[in-house]
T-cell receptor, first 119, second 111 residues
């Protein structure tokens, strides 16, 4: 089946630094990618929807200057957490959908997640 | 977005069938019913989806009520590897097809 690769799987960074997370669709083209964050024992919270070649659409309450999303190609989207703080520590997950069909009738593929720890 | 309601947790014995319910009373005619599951410390994975008719695949079966206001994910023989959080999600063809997760059902499988 289709594969979405997310990198890194785990990262520790110092407060005030920035961290970039990559999400790649390995064997299909993804017009749209989604970014989520998940706190322990909680469900996934949609942060933003990333469309290739255009600006991301952020959910209410998610700071676009804090969480920079770039979707420069049909196979790559990146999430950059800028000036990270300990409260940004979380599990970040990306999802991609094959652009080849009606998305409501198509499965979505998820990356393996990135555990970010800000110290 | 149409909302789904699932029990917070369920338990099953290994090698027995499991029926995971989902209520979606405000579903619209064009919403697909999707199920995903998330194993610990991993991203979610697709299980099954359907519109009106019951669906079967190698992982599970999806039984959809005639009025589509509820559905049931059926694992025919639960294994320890099936212990996960199971999410029932409605996906509309409009609204940029985003996927919003509810709380899901945490399935525990006992040996």
């Amino acid at each position: 089946g289709a594969v979405v690769s997310q990198h890194p799987s785990r990262v520790i960074c110092k407060s005030g630094t920035s961290v970039k997370i990559e999400c790649r669709s390995l064997d299909f083209q993804a017009t749209t990618m989604f970014w989520y964050r998940q706190f322990p024992k909680k469900s996934l919270m949609l942060m933003a929807t990333s469309n290739e070649g255009s600006k991301a659409t952020y959910e209410q309450g998610v700071e676009k200057d804090k969480f920079l999303i770039n979707h420069a190609s049909l196979t790559l989207s990146t999430l950059t957490v800028t000036s990270a703080h300990p409260e940004d520590s979380s599990f970040y997950i990306c999802s991609a959908q094959d652009a080849g069909g009606p998305t409501s009738n198509t499965e979505a593929f998820f990356g393996q997640g990135t555990r970010l720890t800000v110290v | 977005d149409a909302k789904t309601t699932q029990p917070n947790s369920m338990e099953s014995n290994e090698e027995e069938p499991v029926h995971l319910p989902c209520n979606h009373s405000t579903i619209s005619g064009t919403d697909y019913i999707h199920w995903y599951r998330q194993l610990p410390s991993q991203g979610p994975e697709y299980v099954i989806h359907g519109l009106t008719s019951n669906v079967n695949n190698r992982m599970a079966s999806l039984a959809i009520a005639e009025d589509r206001k509820s559905s049931t994910l059926i694992l025919h023989r639960a294994t320890l590897r099936d212990a996960a959080v199971y999410y029932c999600i409605l996906r509309a063809w409009y609204n940029n097809n985003d996927m919003r997760f509810g709380a899901g059902t945490r399935l525990t499988v006992k040996p």
